[in-house]
């Protein structure tokens, strides 16, 4: 595996790990604040990302690298809105599509057509969960301050998304 690829899929599984422990921070908050929809609809996203960190963990030890575990720092926990709570769900989407974007440009120049492949599933991914970020923000901004909308939101979260996007 070409090392500087190595290292840019390695800095990857702490992209999708970090996402995960801030998901799952997010659920919590959310669990806590009795928002038991949203909080499912986090502790769901943890997971997937979880699951991400995995396939490229597999990815690099199968093509001969060695994946490294990184210590990741503590998520976000405190939120003063759901507003805040979803700005930071499609920030933190953008940022890794960003970085996704970064080693398909770097595949390409070191001509790593087998990499380059591999990451095209997270190109994919990413477009769904950012429009599932964007559409949840629309959906609130919608709502406002309105508590009796706030109670419908969590009651509807996994409903609001596409069918492809609820499980
Ligand atoms: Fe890993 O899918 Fe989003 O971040």
């Given at each position: 595996m070409i090392p500087e690829i190595e290292k840019?899929?390695?800095?990857?599984?702490?992209?999708?790990?970090?996402?995960s422990a801030q998901y799952l921070s997010m659920a919590c908050w959310a669990d806590v604040?009795?928002?038991?929809?949203?909080?499912?609809?986090?502790?769901?996203?943890?997971?997937e990302e979880r699951v991400h960190m995995t396939k490229l963990v597999k990815f690099i030890n199968e093509r001969g690298g060695k994946a490294v575990i990184p210590a990741i720092e503590k998520?976000?926990?405190?939120?003063?809105?759901?507003?805040?709570?979803?700005?930071?769900?499609?920030s933190s989407e953008e940022f890794v599509t960003q970085q996704i974007n970064n080693v398909i440009f770097q595949?390409?120049?070191?001509?790593?057509?087998?990499?380059?492949?591999?990451?095209q599933w997270y190109v994919a991914e990413q477009l769904e969960e950012?429009?599932?970020?964007?559409?949840?923000?629309?959906?609130?901004?919608?709502?406002?301050?309105?508590?009796?909308?706030?109670?419908?939101?969590?009651r509807d979260i996994n409903k609001m998304l596409p069918a492809e996007e609820n499980n």
């Open positions: 840019s899929l390695n800095d990857q599984i702490q992209h999708e790990a970090k996402a604040n009795g928002y038991n929809g949203i909080a499912e609809f986090f502790y769901t996203q943890s997971e998520p976000k926990d405190d939120f003063h809105s759901l507003m805040e709570l979803f700005e930071t769900f499609l595949c390409l120049e070191h001509k790593d057509y087998n990499v380059h492949n591999f990451m950012e429009a599932s970020a964007r559409t949840l923000l629309d959906k609130l901004k919608i709502i406002g301050d309105d508590k009796s909308g706030h109670y419908m939101f969590d």
